[in-house]
């Protein structure tokens, strides 16, 4: 990768973590109080040519930010991390058959529809059950935080598709 990639990296950094403070933290869907969890979109779309210790660090800087923004200490970077390491795991298991060319991203109008929900829906639910557990520390109440993963995923699913839309027409 050159240094053009990691700028448009930082760049993307800056834009999810922007919107997730600015616009999403104030969204507050319904009486679960479903709010998007829009920055885990900078983990979806990382190129595939990043080392995973550093897609790791990236996951716990992100994470971190929107802790700090959010005064959450370690939620969202205890759950962004599990979710970088689980990417690479995912990335594996739907990989081409050629593996993935150098150079593309894993982005919904490169690589379909059907290929980018079997990406994007494990890695969003691995993420928000982290967050959710470690959020109720234990299994008290186990139906509503359940609810809360679906409800929150799904909104978070639906946001990050439409996004892919709007960004990446062709």
Known sequence: ??????????LSYLF???IQVMVFNNINIGTLGVTPLFYVLF???MPYEVPAWFQLILG???????DVFCDTPGLHAASS???TYAR???????APRDGYENGTHPYLMVMGFDW?????IPLIFIHH??????????????SRTLLKIICTGLCTELFIIFSQYIAYRK
């Open 81 to 83: 991390v599990l979710m």
């Open 116 to 120: 980018f929900l079997r990406y994007s």
């Open 16 to 18: 999810c973590v922007l």
């Open 129 to 142: 059950s982290a967050y959710f557990m470690l959020d109720s520390f234990g299994f008290d109440n186990f």
């Open 60 to 66: 716990f800087i992100l994470g971190w930010t929107v």
């Open 1 to 10: 990768m050159d240094l053009r990639a990691y700028s448009k990296m930082f």
């Open 43 to 45: 983990i979806l779309m």
């Open 88 to 94: 690479t795991k995912v990335l594996e298991v739907i």
